[in-house]
């Protein structure tokens, strides 16, 4: 099974990437890949250059063409998330991602259900197709997956552990904490902009929880 972890970013998103290197992704096992993806310039090895709009207006665009460039590099399952999400690998491969072809933390809006972009989802190679096919016709790319999936009968599995809501509390059984909308960033403008410091600090908390996963000694985590 080939599992790609998928990071959606931006230029103006260009100064989180190291407190991502610095943190969770060294935590990802070998045999599982990671990318950042942007429309804008790329200078790293771990970043990946796509021909789309960098703006939030083309995010649909820009997550399509993630769905396009992980199939045709043979991906099984791709996990999707921003970069601004604090994400624990372990924790996501041993979610039982593998039964279902649509995962995240459900959200339930008056038109649609939906799988939170910011704290990501895993769609199945199956899904991951529809999507790349699929015209965008949505300005939330969240909503855009979820529109498709629903559009071709695939369901969404919710799982509580993709964390997004504010004031979501951080555990050691945590999948994904997205950072801006559980400290409030995205909802209240009045308050000041996510920084890498905050990734940093939740990383820290994560590590000493008690009875926690070892992820550095986890047999097979990155250097």
């Known amino acids: 099974m080939k599992i790609l972890l998928a990071i959606e970013s931006c230029h103006r998103d260009r100064c989180l990437h190291q407190s991502l290197r610095d943190t969770w992704i060294k935590d990802i096992p070998v045999e599982v890949d990671y990318r950042i993806f942007s429309g804008s310039y790329v200078s790293e090895p771990d970043e990946i250059h796509l021909q789309v709009d960098d703006s939030y207006l083309g995010l649909p665009y820009k997550t399509r063409a993630i ?60 899904a991951a197709t529809k999507v790349a096919n699929a015209i965008p016709n949505r300005k939330e790319e969240d909503c855009f997956v979820a529109e498709t999936c629903r559009a071709n009968d695939i369901s969404l599995c919710g799982h509580p552990q993709f964390k997004f809501m504010p004031g979501a509390i951080l555990t050691k059984g945590t999948i994904s904490y997205h950072l801006s909308s559980v400290f409030g960033w995205r909802q209240d403008p009045k308050t000041p902009a996510y920084t890498p410091e905050l990734m940093y600090r939740e990383y820290a908390k994560f590590k000493q929880f008690s009875g926690r996963i070892d992820l550095e000694d986890w047999k097979g985590s990155k250097a």
Not at 91 to 101: Q, V
């Open 67 to 126: 769905m396009v460039w992980a199939l045709e590099h043979g991906y099984d399952y791709i996990y999707k998330c921003d970069a601004d999400t604090l994400v624990c690998p372990f924790n996501l491969l041993n979610s039982g991602f593998e039964k279902y072809d649509y995962m995240g933390g459900m959200l339930i809006c008056p038109d649609l259900t939906l799988a939170s972009g910011g704290a990501g989802y895993v769609l199945s190679n199956k």
